[in-house]
Every structure is written in structure tokens, then in C-alpha cells.
């Protein structure tokens, strides 16, 4: 009965801290967007030096762990360059440029699963390579990248967990904070987990409903 009891007191102010991890990862994956669709086509359609710097920026925020790249932009990045960055919006920045380098590889994949053809098609009609890419590359790629691209929501939301050791109030900072307070760490910490099952299912039943709208019957793997 104590457990419950503490649960049931800690529930809004860890409820509190849910609001921010999903403002953290509906900002992070709109940031990964906005960056990994022109990643993408400049690795693909860009010059070689373009895909050059696209493929080390991928290599780089890919290859080191959220925690590093939290430390090095709110303690030296930031910092240096006089940006007074709070820690909500270091953790979005990180998380976003990091989803970003892997949002790129989606779409460059999509993007290359349509093959060339498609591009000499525009091309001979009198397009121009950009106008090829936005009227008819894009919107078949991004419809042949939804359910990879849907894999990201839960990515981010357990990556959003790290981001309690520069100071962002979300879940586990929260309960982290709660436990210190009542020493009731596995009711505090089982109810967290819970939060989070049922935001990873809710975030990913969501997005299949969009897919389910967006689906084109007979197109892909629509049903004819």
C-alpha cells in the first residue's frame, strides 16, 4: 500500500516529465526531417565533395553517443561560440542532428531504390534536375521510406532518457529526483517504464494509422 502511495503522488509530477520528453522528440524527429531529406539528395545528386561532407557529418553524429554529443555542445560547443543554449534545447539539438544523420540514410536508400530511370524520364520531358527531385523523386521516396522512417519515434524516445545528465527535466530526471526524496526507487522507476511502453505503443500506433491513410492502393506494398 506505501508503494502505491507513492506512486499515486509522484504520477503528475512524472506525468509533467512525460510532456517534456514528448516535446523533446516531436522537435528532435522534425529537426532530423528538415536535415535529412537535403542530406540526402546532396548525397545522392550532389557533387563529390558535397557527398563528401554529408558522409562525414553522418559518420561522425552516427559514430559517437548521444551522451558525448550532449557534453560536448551544453558544456563546450555552445559555450565557446557565446550561444546561451538551455539544456531542453541542447537535448533537442543533439537528438535532432544525430536522428538527422540517420534520417539521411532512410531517404538515400528510398531515393536509390527508384533508380535512374526515373530521373532520365523527368529529364527528357524538360525538367530540371531539382524540379525532377521535388515532382517526382521525393514524393515516391518519402512513401517508400514511411515505415523506416516511423522506426525513429521510438529511437528518439528512449534516446530522450539520456538527456537527465545535463539537467532536462523529463522522465527519468523526474523520477530520478522522486526516488532521492521517498527511497522508493522500484515502484518510482517500474512506473517510468510503464510511461514509456505505453508511449513507444501509442507513438507507433499513431504513425501507422498516417501510413495506413498515406498508403496508395496497389502501389508498394498496398493492397490492390
Not at 516531436?26 to 535529412?36: D, K, N, T
Not at 520531358?125 to 521510438?154: H, T
Request: charged share 10%; with cysteine.
Amino acid at each position: 500500500m506505501e508503494n502505491i502511495e507513492v506512486v499515486v503522488q509522484s504520477l503528475p509530477y512524472l506525468l509533467q516529465g512525460t510532456l517534456v520528453t514528448l516535446r523533446i522528440v516531436a522537435l528532435a524527429l522534425a529537426l532530423g526531417l528538415c536535415m535529412g531529406l537535403p542530406l540526402a539528395i546532396g548525397q545522392v545528386y550532389g557533387s563529390a565533395s558535397m557527398q563528401r561532407m554529408v558522409k562525414a557529418y553522418v559518420w561522425i553524429f552516427r559514430g559517437l553517443p548521444n551522451l558525448v554529443l550532449l557534453f560536448l555542445f551544453f558544456f563546450g560547443i555552445f559555450p565557446s561560440l557565446r550561444i546561451d543554449a538551455s539544456a531542453f534545447s541542447t537535448a533537442v539539438v543533439v537528438l535532432g542532428l544525430r536522428s538527422a544523420a540517420y534520417q539521411s540514410q532512410i531517404f538515400r536508400g528510398s531515393i536509390l531504390s527508384l533508380g535512374e530511370g526515373q530521373m532520365l524520364a523527368a529529364r527528357s520531358l524538360g525538367m530540371s534536375k531539382l524540379q525532377a527531385i521535388i515532382w517526382i523523386i521525393l514524393p515516391q521516396a518519402l512513401r517508400i521510406a514511411r515505415p523506416g522512417w516511423s522506426n525513429e519515434y521510438p529511437i528518439l524516445l528512449t534516446d530522450s532518457s539520456v538527456t537527465y545528465a545535463i539537467g532536462v527535466l523529463e522522465i527519468l530526471t523526474r523520477a530520478n529526483l522522486v526516488v532521492s526524496r521517498t527511497y522508493k526507487p522500484m515502484p518510482i522507476f517500474l512506473t517510468c517504464a510503464i510511461i514509456f511502453i505505453l508511449l513507444n505503443y501509442g507513438g507507433m500506433r499513431l504513425l501507422h494509422m498516417i501510413e495506413n491513410k498515406m498508403r496508395i492502393p496497389g502501389y508498394g506494398n498496398g493492397e490492390r
